[in-house]
T-cell receptor
Framework: DGGITQSPKYLFRKEGQNVTLSCEQN?????MYWYRQDPGQGLRLIYY???????QKGDIAEGYSVSREKKESFPLTVTSAQKNPTAFYLC??????????FGEGSWLTVV | AQRVTQPEKLLSVFKGAPVELKCNYS??????LFWYVQYSRQRLQLLLR??SRESIKGFTADLNKGETSFHLKKPFAQEEDSAMYYC???????????????FGKGTLLTVNP
């Protein structure tokens, strides 16, 4: 069953902690993305990666970090430097033909 | 810089009425435009892209480079069209090597019975 899997679906974080959201795809896609979705803000690009071992900052990268050690995986770390981390996070990937496929998302709440 | 503007946060129409969701963009290069849809409790999914020039679920969208617009239209709205719609832009030059995809803030369409 091909697709994009994000985990966990729900995550609670204490202030001052770093947390990592997982994103795995078995679609053999080259490019992967992380978006943040807030009410009234739409989707805002955090980071994206076009190939393994390379990634670029999106529009709101501050307080986040990523890695792309494997083609299938693009984890996002929300660091303690992110001032307003409570949000819905979406991972996506795209390959030939450039149709972008989205994961089901992860809800992060800071308590 | 890439920018996508969807001026309407909310749009409400009655079943059978025409619907138009507006999208304007700002980009100096050669853009590719897309519409994505998110139905309640479902993943975001591609609805259509301008290079395909196709009609999906009765929706069409024409890229107007003069007006920098890519409005989504449907002549007769159905209740099942109720969803959040996002317009998105990608750099269409360089053989598709630029993967940065920028989204608008979205329009929530409600089709009333």
């Amino acid at each position: 069953d091909g697709g994009i899997t994000q985990s966990p679906k729900y995550l609670f974080r204490k202030e001052g902690q770093n947390v990592t959201l997982s994103c795995e795809q078995n679609l053999n896609h080259d490019a992967m993305y992380w978006y943040r979705q807030d009410p009234g803000q739409g989707l805002r690009l955090i980071y994206y990666s076009q190939i393994v071992n390379d990634f670029q900052k999106g529009d709101i990268a501050e307080g986040y970090s990523v890695s792309r050690e494997k083609k299938e995986s693009f984890p996002l770390t929300v660091t303690s430097a992110q001032k307003n981390p409570t949000a819905f996070y979406l991972c996506a990937s795209t390959g030939i033909g450039n149709t972008i496929y989205f994961g089901e998302g992860s809800w992060l709440t800071v308590v | 810089a890439q920018r996508v503007t969807q001026p309407e946060k909310l749009l409400s129409v009655f079943k059978g009425a025409p619907v138009e969701l507006k999208c304007n963009y700002s980009y100096s290069g050669s853009p590719e435009l897309f519409w994505y849809v998110q139905y309640s409790r479902q993943r975001l999914q591609l609805l259509l892209r301008h290079i395909s020039r196709e009609s999906i679920k009765g929706f069409t969208a024409d890229l107007n480079k003069g007006e920098t617009s890519f409005h989504l239209k449907k002549p007769f709205a159905q209740e099942e069209d109720s969803a959040m719609y996002y317009c998105a832009l990608r750099d269409g030059s360089s053989g598709g090597s630029n993967y940065k995809l920028t989204f608008g803030k979205g329009t929530l369409l409600t089709v009333n019975p």
